[in-house]
């Protein structure tokens, strides 16, 4: 096994909103809001439903990854029901080996909703339901050990036991990789986030906002600073101004491509990181992981959800 993925097993519900849709539900566009079942059904009661797709972040990169021709798996906890049948159809399909038995459990599973601005920004709110209660039980040892990089989500430290899950899949893995997730999962774990980027996480992945957040960073050239420091991977995506690598004194930049019909930022994120891994697994330079890293965002921002 190349990569092993371990994240929040949810499916992606799309519907297109407008900002005023968001001011009405006092949501703050750009971000991920964990909300409650009830909720959930009642925003989603009144919107039309454009896709329902099996999701998570670190599932869309694993997909991605699976797509350019490598042996990947998927670790994520579901219910025995229609929505748990469908996400792991979903992973499947795709050549994801995945890495749970579904049962019945107390909680449903969990699911997103994406709600897209018509700027093409997308706002999440996220029932985890049983995705939320992954624990360190749930870990397959044999496979973690066995992958070249296990490479897990933010997201996961925002419920109680997935954090035993992350621990135990640590201590396991040759090479951890890790996504910030976002803005708002980096503020509220910040002190957690940064010991792990300081300490014990390899590959870092995260937009220019959620680093500067991470080290409260009065400006970009703090986090070039800080992650000098680092031995490490530390990669920045930076909308229109491209990616950044930066590992000790390495400091490899990447160009946006120009003139893209955008039309969903949903997976952007997701499938930098699929591109970047791959080349990491392929032994690509740094250089040409960027740039396949930009190269399959750059394709995902002009469809509809977050998957090729």
């Not at 018509?118 to 360190?136: N, Q, V, W």
């Not at 930066?246 to 591109?275: M, P």
């Not at 992981?289 to 921002?301: A, M, Q, R, Y």
Request: glycine share 8%.
């Amino acid at each position: 096994m190349k990569i092993i993925g371990i994240g929040n097993a949810i499916v992606d519900v799309l519907c297109k909103v407008s900002d005023d849709f968001l001011i009405k539900n006092s949501l703050t566009k750009g971000t991920m809001k964990l909300i409650e079942e009830s909720e959930f059904k009642n925003l989603i009661s009144t919107l039309k439903i454009e896709e329902t797709i099996s999701g998570g972040s670190v599932a869309n990169s694993i997909v991605g990854i699976s797509q350019l021709g490598n042996e990947v798996g998927f670790i994520g906890k579901i219910n025995d029901d229609n929505f748990g049948e469908k996400y792991e159809e979903g992973l499947l399909k795709e050549n994801v080996k995945y890495f749970y038995k579904k049962k019945k459990e107390p909680d449903n599973t969990g699911s997103c909703l994406i709600l897209i601005t018509p700027d093409s920004e997308r706002t999440m709110c996220a029932f985890l339901g049983t995705a939320g209660k992954i624990s360190a039980e749930d870990i397959n040892e044999k496979v973690i050990m066995n992958s070249k990089i296990t490479f897990l989500e933010g997201y996961l430290w925002d419920k109680g036991s997935p954090k035993s899950a992350f621990d135990k899949a640590i201590k396991l893995s040759k090479i951890t990789a890790m996504s910030l997730s976002d803005q708002f999962c980096v503020e509220r774990h910040k002190d957690n986030f940064l010991e792990l980027v300081k300490n014990k996480i390899d590959i870092v992945f995260g937009n220019e906002q959620e680093f500067i957040s991470l080290i409260n960073a009065k400006s970009f050239d703090e986090v070039i600073d800080f992650s000098k420091q680092l031995n490490k991977d530390i990669i920045i995506t930076r909308g229109e101004k491209g990616a950044i690598a930066i590992n000790q004194d390495q400091v490899i930049k990447c160009g946006a491509i120009k003139n893209l019909n955008i039309k969903d930022l949903t997976g952007a994120g997701d499938l930098f990181a699929a591109g970047y891994l791959h080349g990491k697994i392929n032994n690509f330079s740094i250089q040409e992981s960027l740039e396949k890293g930009t190269e399959l965002s750059s394709k995902v921002i002009q469809k509809i959800g977050a998957r090729l």
